[in-house]
């Protein structure tokens, strides 16, 4: 590629219409009402990186390959996260993982990593003050979600206030999570509001949390079947004269302190010292993917050591101390069928 290279006119057209097409999708997507597949936003958006390539003096901080997530809707209240939301990386085989894993053992002597299932819904912020839930918030751009509080005061798992049986809630606790729908509760929300004509149907378990989460009353939230699994933490400030056993060291350690404050944690998440483990756990979801009771798109891959994560850092967008294997689509042939629907 090449900075001084006039951009030909039709590279120039064609980079307006994907900008235009991807964020107008990714808002789509993020409302729980996709209308093209993953697989076909996928290719929009490598044909957007290809021009990129060729002409780097396209690229400006808001093109979809620079960012997360989509535009705010003018439904909600913004919020500002107190730490940066990201995205992750897509590793699609073995050499891609591997790849991630070398470059990060490059840089620093990992030891450990912990390994989890990726569930397909959407991701939500937590904010909890002194142990009480303050505030909820769709990831939004990762600087800026939406609150959505209200909506999330509805869903059982989260609680409303942190469990202090074990230990002191802290002062400050930000934790990230995905929510979604079970797939059997999935479908019993579609039998009954096909039955009620309340709604169309929702074309998958994602679209259905996705709107079921950013709906504007939060009594309609209510009647949905929405859970939620812990997958990250923010800011921290422990309890005073907390001892050093509250302090988040790591991503496993952090998990089994907010699991003590009655945060809900998975049971399928694993520590393993060497990437040989790594992949068993990769190949044994990709022959088992359904045995979970929820929706997975792959596996993510944590370096388990926060002082690792910090040292390895994140580019505009992605953490370089994390990855998600994605395994296949295994819908692409309904997909039209779903979309049909899902409008
Ligand atoms: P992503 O969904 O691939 O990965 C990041 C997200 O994974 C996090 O925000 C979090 O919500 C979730 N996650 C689940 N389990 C997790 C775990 N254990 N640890 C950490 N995070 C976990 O990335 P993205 O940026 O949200 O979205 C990109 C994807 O969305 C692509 O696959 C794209 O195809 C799809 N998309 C589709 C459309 C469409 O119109 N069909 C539009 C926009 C985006």
Known sequence: SDQNSPVPDEDRARHTELVRELDDHSYRYYMGRPIISDAEYDALMAELQRIEDRHPILITQDSPTQK?????????????????????????????????????SAEVPVESYLCELKIDGLAVDLVYENGRLARAATRGDGRVGEDITLNVRTIEAIPERLDESVRPAPELLEVRGEVFMKVEDFHALNDRITETKEHPPFANPRNAAAGSLRQKDPRVTATRPLTMIVHGVGAYTP???AGEDAAFTSQSQAYRLVGEWGLPLSDRYKVVTSMDEVRSYVSYYAGHRHEPAYEIDGIVVKVDAFSLQRRLGSTSRIPRWAIAYKYPPEEVTTTLTDIKVGV
Do not use: K, Q, T, Y
């Open 68 to 104: 997360v997530g989509a535009p705010i809707s003018v439904d909600f209240a913004e919020v500002e996260h107190l730490v940066r939301m990201e995205s992750l990386g897509n590793a699609f085989d073995v050499d891609e993982l591997n790849a991630w894993a070398d470059r990060a």
């Open 239 to 241: 309890a005073p004269g």
